[in-house]
């Protein structure tokens, strides 16, 4: 069975770092396309990064861009988020996400329909 635990949130002051796993279990990362999205309190689901299934090309939302990074372990078939220089607007619920492909959808960014399974989710909290 497909699952995707997310772990590594915390507490955090501004301009303070965290490192997101996505533990992936039932299927290869190396198969498809995956992304981070985050939720904020009231708030929708923003797309945050993806990665292609072979690692090779990433995406970021314009918010996170220069400060975020993804990444993957196929060998302990975990994804990664590095989040530096971190903001307060950076506070959220982080989710990482399956796609349906191997490579970025024309619609990544502005739908979540190419996603099959989410994680349960892991808070970040920024403040001082």
């Known amino acids: 069975e497909v699952q995707l635990v997310e772990s590594g949130g915390g507490l955090v002051q501004p301009g303070g770092s965290l490192r997101l796993s996505c533990a992936a279990s039932?299927?290869?990362?190396?198969?498809?396309?995956m992304s981070w999205l985050r939720q904020a309190p009231g708030k929708g689901l923003e797309w945050v990064s993806a990665?292609?299934?072979?690692?090779?090309?990433?995406k970021y939302a314009d918010s996170v861009k220069g400060r975020f990074t993804i990444s993957r372990d196929n060998a302990k078939n975990t994804l990664y988020l590095q989040m530096n220089s971190l903001k307060p607007e950076d506070a959220a619920v982080y989710f990482c996400?399956?796609?349906?492909?191997?490579?970025?959808?024309?619609?990544?960014?502005?739908?979540?329909?190419?996603?099959?399974?989410w994680g349960q989710g892991t808070q970040v909290t920024v403040s001082a």
């Open positions: 996400a399956k796609s349906r492909l191997a490579v970025f959808a024309p619609w990544l960014g502005r739908s979540n329909d190419e996603y099959d399974y």
């Open positions: 039932g299927f290869a990362l190396s198969n498809y396309a």
């Open positions: 990665m292609d299934s072979g690692g090779g090309s990433t």
